[in-house]
Nanobody, 115 residues
Framework: QVQLVESGGGLVQPGGSLRLSCAAS????????VGWYRQAPGKRRELVAG???????NYADSVKGRFTISEDNAKNTVYLQMNSLQPGDTAVYYC?????????WGQGTQVTVSS
């Protein structure tokens, strides 16, 4: 069975940084895409950052220049480095893997940006 385990969320002041991690375990030979999504209260889930083609990362306009997605293929782990955090970044963040053509989601980790 495949499962994704997220970590790294928490409370941070505006301007601070956090690094989210998501490790996939189980029957994983390869994955087609990885990414991070977030959902704030009362809003739809939105793509934050993703790697959907080799060598190309996509970012939401609101996080460009502040967030960086990276991956460690050997560890089946994806990271999201979040810098210059703003109150508008407050949300539950979900990691995503497409493995063998199926979608898998992490359990979600809360990120709260507040003074």
């Amino acid at each position: 069975q495949v499962q994704l385990v997220e970590s790294g969320g928490g409370l941070v002041q505006p301007g601070g940084s956090l690094r989210l991690s998501c490790a996939a375990s189980g029957s994983i030979a390869n994955y087609n895409a990885v990414g991070w999504y977030r959902q704030a209260p009362g809003k739809r889930r939105e793509l934050v950052a993703g790697i959907f083609t080799v060598g190309s990362a996509n970012y939401a306009d609101s996080v460009k220049g502040r967030f960086t997605i990276s991956e460690d293929n050997a560890k089946n782990t994806v990271y999201l480095q979040m810098n210059s955090l703003q109150p508008g970044d407050t949300a539950v963040y979900y990691c995503y893997f497409n493995i063998w053509g199926r979608d898998y989601w992490g359990q979600g980790t809360q990120v709260t940006v507040s003074s």
